[in-house]
């Protein structure tokens, strides 16, 4: 039921928001909403506020970091040569393996600070940037 009504919401945000400016105004009047009307869209659609996503915390950054195609594509490579140069050969050679884990590991670590702190900075802003609107009744 709630879905529904959502998705009503919606479909008339979107027509509401693709219209001329000149109809929107015609069909909102000049002067704004009535104290009534105002009332009564609280009613049927609740508060007109701007919903803020919660941050994410430490750890989706670091296992974004951790998964980037490009940590996927040398954890692959490593997968590979600890076949090849691990259970295959005679003598096993960990130094390419040692040098491709050390890459990962520089890599994630590189890419999860550089997130992090980029993302705290936005966070930082998004708190010193505040919406106002004006609004006529009646």
Not at 3 to 15: G, H, S, T
Not at 86 to 91: P, S
Not at 105 to 130: D, W
Request: aromatic letters at 12%.
């Amino acid at each position: 039921m709630q879905e529904k009504k959502e998705e009503e919401i919606l479909k008339k945000y979107a027509k509401i928001c693709t219209e001329d400016v000149k109809d929107f105004i015609s069909r909102y009047d000049e002067n704004g909403l009535s104290s009534s009307k105002a009332a009564e869209n609280i009613r049927n659609y609740g508060i007109n506020s701007i919903k803020q996503a919660k941050p994410k915390k430490w750890y989706h950054f670091f296992f974004g970091s951790l998964f980037s195609t490009f940590n996927k594509i040398l954890i692959g490579i490593a997968i590979i040569l600890c076949y090849t140069d691990v259970i295959l050969a005679d003598t096993p050679n960990w130094a390419n393996i040692i040098v491709i884990s050390i890459l990962v590991i520089v890599s994630t670590l590189l890419e999860f600070f550089e997130e992090y702190h980029s993302n705290k900075a936005a966070e930082k802003l998004k708190e010193m940037v505040s919406a106002k609107s004006t609004v006529l009744r009646d």
